[in-house]
T-cell receptor, first 117, second 117 residues
Framework: AQKVTQAQTEISVVEKEDVTLDCVYETRDTTYYLFWYKQPPSGELVFLIRRNSFDEQNEISGRYSWNFQKSTSSFNFTITASQVVDSAVYFCALSEAKTDSWGKLQFGAGTQVVVTP | DTEVTQTPKHLVMGMTNKKSLKCEQHMGHRAMYWYKQKAKKPPELMFVYSYEKLSINESVPSRFSPECPNSSLLNLHLHALQPEDSALYLC????????????????FGPGTRLTVL
């Protein structure tokens, strides 16, 4: 069963528009970690944020912000005032703190963000 | 700049060739990972090494053979590959302090784009 759902396959925006990427996860664990990674066309996965299940505080880092809501099992990501350099595939991922899931990042399908000038 | 390096960046090989992919991390991490990523798909975990010991093998065909000579280096030996093995191969590392179940952040290298003819 898919544990991380990114329902948006592709989002296209014009520069300076805001864009929100949805991530819904599924787990029975009380302790888990959520991640967002960015993958530009060059291929490298760039780590953006890690959030544990006990910390529901939203976070802002420059133009990036994250909204974690355990009640809806969502960990959404917003890029404010998008720029062309934000064009990439963004992956949401889940890691569960149990022995048989050790080291396993469970990725969503990814959302392609296209920012045009 | 990433502290996980991978060589080569690109590799083209025939089905009878033997080649190796190399990964090195300079962060003092004790866990290292190999992922395979097909186009427009999320990365799929292949192998995990913890403290230079293979801890996870995700039922990968034997034509892929991992090796961890020391805590900073990870190799993936390739032999008798098939065209369907063409993909981006990503290496990652994480801190892994306890030697047990880990949800540490994984940091990825730039990948090797492999084409099997």
């Amino acid at each position: 069963a898919q544990k991380v759902t990114q329902a948006q396959t592709e989002i296209s925006v014009v520069e300076k528009e805001d864009v929100t990427l949805d991530c819904v996860y599924e787990t029975r664990d009380t302790t888990y970690y959520l991640f967002w990674y960015k993958q530009p066309p060059s291929g490298e996965l760039v780590f953006l944020i890690r959030r544990n299940s006990f910390d529901e505080q939203n976070e802002i880092s420059g133009r990036y912000s994250w909204n974690f809501q355990k009640s809806t099992s969502s960990f959404n990501f917003t890029i404010t005032a998008s720029q062309v350099v934000d064009s990439a595939v963004y992956f949401c991922a889940l890691s569960e703190a149990k022995t048989d899931s050790w080291g396993k990042l469970q990725f969503g399908a990814g959302t392609q963000v296209v920012v045009t000038p | 700049d990433t502290e996980v390096t991978q060589t080569p960046k690109h590799l083209v090989m025939g089905m009878t060739n033997k080649k190796s992919l190399k990964c090195e991390q300079h962060m003092g991490h004790r866990a290292m990972y190999w992922y395979k990523q097909k186009a427009k798909k999320p990365p799929e975990l292949m192998f995990v090494y913890s403290y230079e010991k293979l801890s996870i093998n995700e039922s990968v065909p034997s034509r892929f053979s991992p090796e961890c000579p020391n805590s900073s280096l990870l190799n993936l030996h390739l032999h008798a590959l098939q065209p369907e093995d063409s993909a981006l191969y990503l290496c990652a590392s994480s801190q892994e302090v306890s030697g047990g179940p880990s949800t540490d952040t994984q940091y990825f290298g730039p990948g090797t784009r492999l084409t099997v003819l």
